[in-house]
């Protein structure tokens, strides 16, 4: 990867929706060279998917709530049986095994309290956990979606 795909991966992040042509003049090459580059940052999985960003608040799910979970059960059939559970909630948009005291932290989106209470509540039916703390956050200080690229 040289400073093109660099630049290239830096510009796409911050707005997929740049027409190639832009692109072009941005890194100072033509179309065809340009498009192939993208195309083959896509095929190379540098480029995992093109998504539009939504405003959660104005989707009714703007109160972010970080639950840490640990288990008693550290076992290949608990671990899928928890990652079917999570997978099943479209509330929990990410999702990370961790190291320390805590085995999973999850980021989970809700309209409220009463909404996560609702995802709590399904969780625990559907799967056996020894200790769950939710932390709710009071304000996003920071939020990107874009890697830094070096």
């Known amino acids: 990867m040289d400073s093109i795909?660099?630049?290239?991966?830096?510009?796409?992040?911050?707005?997929?929706?740049?027409?190639?042509?832009?692109?072009?003049?941005?890194?100072?090459?033509?179309?065809?060279?340009?498009?192939?580059?993208?195309?083959r940052l896509k095929d190379s999985g540098m480029i995992r998917a093109q998504v539009a960003l939504c405003d959660a608040a104005k989707l009714g799910v703007g109160t972010t709530v970080f639950v840490s979970i640990r288990t008693n059960q550290h076992n290949e059939a608990w671990a899928k049986q928890f990652l079917s559970a999570?997978?099943?909630?479209?509330?929990?948009?990410?999702?990370?095994?961790?190291?320390?005291?805590?085995?999973?932290?999850?980021?989970v989106v809700v309209s409220d309290i009463g909404d996560y209470d609702r995802v709590y509540q399904q969780l625990i039916r559907d799967v056996s956990l020894s200790d769950v703390s939710s932390s709710f956050a009071m304000e996003q200080l920071k939020y990107s979606t874009a890697l830094p690229v070096r």
């Open 5 to 39: 795909d660099k630049k290239l991966l830096e510009l796409l992040q911050a707005d997929v929706s740049i027409p190639i042509a832009e692109l072009a003049v941005r890194v100072n090459l033509s179309q065809t060279p340009c498009w192939k580059r993208v195309q």
């Open 86 to 107: 999570v997978e099943r909630l479209p509330e929990v948009v990410e999702a990370y095994r961790m190291s320390g005291e805590t085995d999973y932290l999850l980021r």
